[in-house]
């Protein structure tokens, strides 16, 4: 396994970015550090603007940052997105009490959050900007389905197609189901320190699998980089099952085998747990992440159906307002194919 080491890179291969970004497990043991807990009041803030959002009486994709003011616990949550861009990349935030909402209402509540991190970017061709992560029948084996589709499995570590990812929880399973999350900062510059001509082969662009959501008449994959080096930030986009099931277009560019063992190296170390965090959300509960720093994986686990108990998250791609730049494929095109239509996915699960 890699380790850190102060080698300088040569000329033309990758550099180490963003070392400030990049930490270990020993750096986060501690979760008070990375989780950001409401306060009575922000609690009650919330409940208020809720109530103002409500009286609105418009669809929750209408709900806009100026609909949902937050007077308080805005000042927080733009520290906050200062620091899953700026810094550790990744935070839980907790003690908003789900016995006291509706679904609906736990869904507005976060959407309302979420519009004070970033702007909704659709996640799906249906235009979902508010996004349903459960168990909807599909097969991890179907090149078609999508991560937040596919139910009981372990989930590989991989990044979503936005600025950051925010997941609230609804409902736990009956057992499993663990959030965890590794440090892409940390493991690209390992990469780069001990075999940076591994790390320049995840420098060139990679098939990907659109997964039968491309546009219309367009081809059925897409290439973009594991890793770019933008405006001195490491940009990362990671989801092994695209790659490897773009491999069944038989026009998609075939991965290379400096790439495949370059892939491999990076599976291997985001297993590795000193790269790790581990977070079991609770009922209530919302992470958000920093796409291009931190992947993010699942355990596996069982539901109880009979019993109510289905793993049930909500979903936000957001584009944050704290990064200014980034690379051309990585922005949200409000032209796409995706984002010509805007709804709420509606999954009930209890």
């Not at 906050?80 to 700026?86: N, P, T």
């Not at 736990?106 to 249906?126: S, V």
């Not at 909807?136 to 990812?165: C, M, W």
């Not at 892409?184 to 990907?208: C, G, K, M, S």
Request: glycine content about 8%; overall charge negative; proline content about 7%.
């Amino acid at each position: 396994m890699p380790t850190a080491t102060s080698r300088e890179p040569e000329p033309g291969l990758p550099r180490v970015l963003e070392t400030h970004a990049e930490w270990r497990s020993g750096d986060v043991v501690n979760p008070e550090s990375w989780t950001v807990t409401l306060s009575e009041n922000e609690r009650e803030e919330l409940h208020e603007a809720l109530q103002r959002a409500q009286a609105r009486g418009v669809d929750l994709i209408d709900i806009r940052r100026e609909d949902f003011p937050l007077p308080d616990l805005s000042k927080k949550l733009q520290a906050l997105e200062r620091e899953l861009i700026d810094g550790r990349g990744f935070a839980l935030l907790r003690g908003l009490k789900r016995e006291r909402y509706s679904q609906t209402e736990m869904e507005l509540l976060y959407w309302g959050i979420g519009m004070h991190l970033g702007e909704p970017w659709p996640q799906n061709r249906h235009g979902h900007v508010l996004g349903d992560v459960t168990d909807q029948g599909k097969s991890a084996t179907d090149p078609t389905s999508r991560g937040n589709e596919i139910g009981r499995v372990r989930f590989p570590y991989h990044s979503d197609g936005s600025d950051l990812v925010g997941l609230m929880c609804l409902q736990t399973a009956r057992s499993g189901g663990t959030s965890t999350i590794a440090n892409a900062v940390a493991i690209h510059n390992d990469l780069v320190r001990e075999a940076p001509e591994l790390a320049a082969a995840l420098y060139l662009p990679q098939p990907f699998d659109f997964r039968g959501e491309e546009p219309a008449g367009g081809r059925p994959w897409y290439e973009i980089p594991v890793f770019s080096d933008f405006g001195d930030r490491l940009f990362t986009r990671y989801i092994p099952p695209y790659i490897q099931s773009s491999q069944r277009h038989a026009e998609a560019p075939r991965i290379q085998p400096d790439a495949g063992a370059a892939m491999e190296l990076v599976d291997a170390m985001c297993a590795d747990p000193s790269y790790n965090v581990f977070m079991d959300l609770e009922a209530g509960d919302m992470q958000f992440v920093n796409n291009y720093h931190v992947l993010h994986a699942r355990t596996a686990y069982e539901d109880d159906r009979a019993a109510g108990r289905v793993r049930h998250l909500k979903r936000l791609w957001l584009e944050t307002r704290v990064l200014e730049e980034r690379p051309a494929f990585f922005a949200n095109n409000p032209a796409s194919h995706w984002a010509t239509r805007r709804s709420a996915s509606q999954i009930q699960t209890a």
